[in-house]
């Protein structure tokens, strides 16, 4: 936390987190300027070649004054407030403009995102200290920045960061990593009396799905939740599950094909069955990019098929069946 942070605590039990100031354009300079920032980076996860190249990047960033202030505006708006029903900050909607300057220094897309994420932390920690996560816990999710470039390189081949209204999400902290899994707190049914909170289900690209990693997730998820937000307990609909209970899972795996084809044996397979499948919808580019790191444009008979999931939703890309993405529910 920087000098400049005057942060304000609403709520009791609190709901928010706010900033009571805007960090100055010097500020975020001297923030990524100072020798700490290297061990800053590497707190939240930039490690490797994607390392090398942001910190080369980040003098000539500074140098220029529209970057500078694109990313002391767009770090201003990150880090306003986090909390409950606390809106993300529209990063999309700066896409565009960000990825014009970026193309002064470097080709590609999200510089602008990442150093405005690195120097925005106070916020969202700020939030999960009164929520009760560890020092350590708060930067583990906070490393998902790095995770999501590294997602970004496999895809393109180079530094950058596309995942912007995640990693946004991300900065309102009312996500944690628990495990093997991510859970990101959320309403359902919203505006109807069935309107409720429940814990979405997340799996990052960090392994296999192993069943006693899941389970160990899943009941870690409800015993973190049900004790740091117990007040999210009261008030529920009836016959609504207990709050911490219920998981959905929106997801290209939530596919009934994965188990019959591969084996309900398998990972995938038994991770998928411990789900009812409640919707669906068209999946193909969700699929091809978590499968093989795809993004349009892509040709599916071009994708290879090495695996057996990657023949199985390869052939579904390619014979124009499709693949069906689906809304997953579990109870437990």
């Not at 020798?35 to 996860?45: H, R, T």
């Not at 690195?118 to 998902?144: F, I, K």
Request: hydrophobic share 40%.
């Amino acid at each position: 936390m920087s000098d400049h942070d005057q942060l304000e605590v609403l709520g009791d039990p609190p709901h928010v987190v706010r900033a009571l100031d805007e960090l100055p354009r010097p500020a975020v300079a001297a923030m990524l300027r100072a020798p700490s920032a290297p061990a800053l980076l590497e707190l939240l996860g930039i490690t490797g070649a994607d390392q090398v190249e942001l910190s080369a990047l980040i003098g000539p960033a500074l140098e220029d004054p529209e970057i500078l202030a694109e990313i002391t505006r767009t770090a201003n708006l990150l880090r306003g407030a986090a909390g409950l029903d606390v809106p993300a900050a529209e990063l999309g909607a700066l896409e565009a403009r960000h990825n014009s300057l970026q193309q002064r220094l470097a080709p590609g897309e999200g510089l602008v995102p990442i150093l405005a994420l690195a120097v925005s932390t106070s916020t969202v920690r700020a939030w999960h200290r009164e929520r009760g996560l560890s020092t350590e816990q708060s930067w583990q999710v906070l490393a998902d920045l790095g995770q999501q470039m590294r997602v970004h390189r496999h895809s393109s081949g180079r530094l950058g960061l596309h995942q912007l209204p995640w990693m946004a999400l991300n900065w309102c902290g009312r996500l944690v990593h628990l495990g093997r899994l991510q859970f990101d707190l959320h309403r359902v049914e919203e505006g109807t009396t069935q309107e409720r909170w429940v814990l979405g289900t997340h799996i990052p690209a960090s392994g296999p799905l192993d069943p006693a990693a899941v389970d160990d997730s899943l009941a870690r998820a409800t015993a973190y939740f049900t004790t740091h937000y117990a007040d999210l307990g009261t008030g529920r609909p009836d016959h609504a599950p207990p709050f911490g209970h219920e998981f959905v899972c929106d997801s290209w795996l939530m596919n009934e094909l994965l188990p019959r084809e591969l084996g309900e044996e398998s990972n995938l397979g038994a991770f998928v069955r411990r789900w009812e499948i409640v919707s669906r919808t068209p999946g193909d580019d969700s699929a091809a990019f978590f499968v093989f790191g795809s993004r349009p444009p892509y040709d599916p008979a071009e994708l290879p098929r090495t695996t057996r999931l990657e023949r199985v939703v390869g052939e579904h890309l390619a014979d124009r069946r499709g693949w069906e993405a689906g809304l997953g529910r579990l109870v437990r």
